[in-house]
């Protein structure tokens, strides 16, 4: 089993930036494909951006690229996800997740993934 915990959101201005973090234990960080996704009230969970356990080549989707930073150290099984330039449209309740068999195709797609934490909530707003 592996136990996700997030950590980091909060109210924001729009413009300004955030960093999410994500601890996980009890399992194979190293091994194991991660990602960021968000749900927004009344919407379907999406995804925002993923690696692949070699931590090269990291995936965002088209509304944060360029924006958002994803990153993960296997040393300390943490994953993080910088957030620049925010919008009111990044207000959402953001998810770790993780999975040991992910493939490319499946990176982001919710339901292929085994293991989620239980989110942090950031608010955009001025």
């Known amino acids: 089993q592996v136990q996700l915990a997030e950590s980091g959101g909060g109210l924001v201005q729009p413009g300004t930036s955030l960093k999410l973090s994500c601890e996980a234990s009890?399992?194979?960080?190293?091994?194991?494909?991660m990602s960021w996704f968000r749900q927004a009230t009344g919407k379907q969970r999406e995804f925002v951006a993923g690696?692949?356990?070699?931590?090269?080549?990291?995936y965002y989707s088209a509304a944060v690229k360029g924006r958002f930073a994803i990153n993960r150290d296997n040393a300390k099984n943490t994953l993080t996800l910088e957030m620049n330039n925010l919008t009111p449209e990044d207000t959402a309740t953001y998810f770790c997740?993780?999975?040991?068999?992910?493939?490319?195709?499946?990176?982001?797609?919710?339901?292929?993934?085994?293991?989620w934490g239980q989110g942090t909530q950031v608010t955009v707003s001025s």
């Open positions: 009890g399992g194979a960080f190293s091994r194991s494909t």
């Open positions: 997740a993780a999975d040991h068999r992910l493939i490319l195709s499946s990176l982001r797609n919710p339901d292929a993934y085994d293991y």
């Open positions: 690696l692949f356990r070699t931590g090269y080549n990291p």
